[in-house]
Structure formats: C-alpha cells, structure tokens
C-alpha cells in the first residue's frame, strides 16, 4: 500500500469512527426533546425518565466523540498539509463558528442535567432545544466543509497560488443547503432507530405488561413515529442530492448508478455490480426512465455518462454498491415504520410479535451502516479530488511516507475507546435499571436528575 492509500485508509478509519458518535450525538439530543415534550404534554413521568436516560447516554457518547473528533482534525493536519492549506485560507470559518456551537450545546446540557427540577417547564424545553440547536450546528459546520470540497468556491488558484478569497462565499457554497439538510435527517433517523433498537430488545427480555416493558413500549412508539418521519425526509432530501449531483458532480451520479453511456430516458440500477471491463452493472434490476426524472423530473433528461469523462476521472466503480445499500436500508426503514404503525392502528394490535422486534433490534445497526455508507460514498465518489477539478488527493497528501507505525497506534487508541464506551453504557444501565429510575421520578423529595448517581 503506497502512503497515498495508506494516509486515505487512515483518515478514513478515523471517520468511519467518529461518524458513528457524531450521528448519534445529533440525533439522540432530538429524542431527549421529544421524549421531554411528551412529558410536559402528558405528565406521564416515564417520558422524563426516558430523557433522563438518554441523556446520561449522550454524555458517554460525547466523552467518545470528543477523542475522535480531535484525531480527525490531528490527523488532517499530519496527512493532508495541501488540502489544510487552502482549508486555512479559505474555509475556517466553520470550524471557528463550530467552537461556539459546541459552547452552546455543553452549557445548555449542564442546566438541563442539573437544574432541571429547578427551572419552568418552559425553559426544560429550551435548554434541551439550544442542547439539540448546538449538536446539529455543530455536525452541519464540519459537514459543510466536506460540502466545499465537492463545490468549491470563493476562491481560485492562479499560478499555483490562492487567490480572490471570499470566506461567506466559500461557506455559503452550493453544496451548503443539500448537505446540511441531509445531515439532520439522517442524523435524526439514525437516532430514532438507535433507540428504537434498545427498546425492542429490551422488550424481547421483559415480561409482557410488566413496568420496563411497558416503558420500552412507548419508546419504542416514539421512535417509531419520529423515524418515519425522518426516515421520508432523507428520501425526500435524497431527490434533492440526486440533482445536486446530477448539476455539480455528473461522474460521480454517474458512477453510484454505473451508467457508462449518456443517454435519455435514463433507468435507475439497483443491486448487482459495475464490471468496468464490460462497462454495465451486471444482474442488476433496472428501473426504466427513473435516473432522468430524479435528476431532472422528466423522462426525458439527458444524464451523463462516465464514458463521457477522462477515465482517471473516474471515481472508485464499487460505490454503486454503497449508493445501493443507502436506497435499500433507507427504503426498508420507511416500510418497517409505516407496517408498525399499521399494526398498532389498522389492525388494533397493541402487542408486537416477536419478528417485528427482531426487525427493530437490526433496524438501528443498519441505519448506522447507511451512515458508513453515505460518508464513504460521499468522499470516495470525489475522487481523485480533494477539492473537486482543482486540488487532486495526490497533490494534497503529506510527503512522509512512513504511516503504517503511526497507523496502528490509532488502531489500538480507536479499539479502547470503542470498547470502553460499549462496558461504560452496559455497566451504568445495569447499576440503575429502569424501575429504579422511574420510582425515583415518582418520589416527591428525591431529583431525578441528582448528580448523575
């Protein structure tokens, strides 16, 4: 493995990582505020003891996601001295913004966990709002960067120097509303079905009508509705990236869709792999004429094909697969939801079999692995650019050529903390079990959210 790949698999070790907890950091922060608006809305102190649960999740997440964050930026620093250079002149003002809204978000969850039988349930509901306000800030402003990379602007390269440099522009780039969007959605669906995992597990391991499952029953329905909702959303946004790409990046819908020929009437492919020998998808279902109406809502829309680009151009052909695997689990969460709800409201059930738990024990590990796929798709469906048709991967890696030392330090540093937040998690929620919790909320004199005991 030359450094070039060496410093790629690095880095991207290193966000493969970290994404998990940033997505989980911005779409748990939405289901502690729903949980706290049912319970203001319903007075129903297991809501409160959800939020109160999830939250102490949050802080263990965070106190990974930090770690992880600041080898990411290390690491950028180490690997990538080309890109960091026009990041530096160009593009930091999102990281400087994202100090302030990580500031916001660490103030607001204090008041939240330690004055929270203290204050109005006005001001509950608005601490835990800036708490939800700041995570999302936070994962949109580094995600814009990555926006920048793909449509960059206000800025350009003149005899090898940067030029003309125009911050706002630079941030307000034309990738900017697409991928902050996507970033929500996906982050809150990835949060909803997170929970919605736990609570039908911990369904399957309670006795029908007990108080945990009973407890687990009604996040499991909170989950349910808010990961529909989002869960459309992201396929709604997904529309909106499609003729993003279809305008900004034509190689790289070219190549999610392994569509060599330009051509009208464009199918979208499904399943199967893209043979570059053969230039087809092969045992691939096509679905005629849809490509073109997604990127152009008419069936008549002419989509370029990668035959029609030089082909060191071309980006990596297994991201097919990965665009493949985002339509289908996103497709699959979408009908999970919508049959659940079904089974509570069309045909009167208010019991789950245990199959349709089973569904929601997958269905949170597979929208993580959706997340995975999307990041890489993303950044690998770039390639070879760092910054799209001005700055190439090669050009922007760092010269030294000896990673594979330093690579497996991070390996071993990735591993722990992985571990250690997995035996943090099932060894708080075995010390305070959900009964414990909701008879604390039902005392009176004792606070729910004392100290963090």
Not at 141 to 158: D, K, Q, S, Y
Not at 208 to 217: K, T
Request: with cysteine; net charge neutral; charged share 15%.
């Amino acid at each position: 493995m030359d450094h070039l790949q060496m410093a790629r698999a690095m880095f991207g070790t290193n966000m493969g990582v970290h994404i998990i907890f940033a997505t989980l950091g911005v779409g748990i922060p939405m289901m502690m505020l729903a949980a706290e608006l049912m319970y203001q809305r319903t007075k129903d102190l297991q809501y409160v003891v959800m939020a109160k649960r999830w939250t102490k999740t949050l802080g263990i997440l965070l106190g990974v996601g930090i770690p992880t964050g600041t080898i990411a930026g290390v690491q950028l620093s180490l690997l990538w001295p080309g890109f960091m250079e026009v990041i530096g002149r160009v593009m930091a003002l999102p990281f400087q913004i994202e100090i302030y809204a990580f500031m916001v978000e660490a103030l607001f969850m204090s008041i939240y966990v330690y004055a929270a039988e203290k204050i109005r349930p006005w001001a509950r509901i608005l601490s835990l709002s800036l708490v939800a306000f700041g995570a999302l800030a936070s994962a949109v402003l580094i995600a814009n960067v990555h926006a920048f990379e793909g449509t960059p602007a206000g800025f350009r390269f003149e005899n090898g120097e940067i030029v003309d440099v125009d911050p706002w522009a630079a941030f307000f780039n034309p990738s900017f509303l697409v991928t902050a969007g996507h970033t929500a959605v996906t982050a809150y669906t990835t949060g909803a079905f997170a929970i919605a995992a736990v609570a039908g597990y911990k369904m399957l391991k309670n006795k029908y009508g007990s108080s945990e499952y009973n407890f687990h029953q009604k996040a499991l329905k909170l989950s349910i509705v808010l990961g529909l909702i989002f869960s459309i959303l992201t396929a709604l946004n997904g529309h909106s990236t499609t003729q993003h790409l279809y305008r900004e990046q034509p190689e790289k819908l070219a190549a999610a869709e392994g569509l060599f020929e330009t051509k009208d009437h464009a199918g979208l492919t499904l399943f199967g792999w893209t043979d570059r020998e053969d230039r087809e998808v092969k045992y691939g279902i096509e679905f005629p004429w849809v490509l073109s109406v997604l990127s152009g809502n008419s069936f008549d829309t002419v989509v370029t094909g990668l035959n029609d680009f030089p082909e060191e151009y071309w980006p990596p052909l297994y991201v097919h697969t990965l665009f493949n695997a985002m339509v289908i689990i996103g497709t699959a969460l979408i009908g999970l939801s919508l049959f659940a709800l079904a089974w509570n409201k069309v045909f009167k059930k208010d019991r789950y079999p245990k199959w349709l738990l089973w569904l929601f024990v997958a269905s949170g590990p597979l929208a993580v692995l959706s997340i995975e796929c999307g990041w890489i798709f993303a950044c690998t469906g770039r390639q070879p650019w760092t910054i799209y048709r001005m700055l190439t991967t090669a050009d922007s890696v760092t010269t030294y050529e000896n990673l594979g030392y330093l690579f497996t330090l991070f390996i071993i540093v990735y591993i722990i903390l992985c571990v250690s937040v997995v035996f943090t998690l099932i060894y708080y929620f075995k010390r305070h079990s959900v009964t414990e919790d909701i008879f604390k909320a039902e005392q009176k004199d004792v606070q729910l959210f004392d100290s963090n005991s």
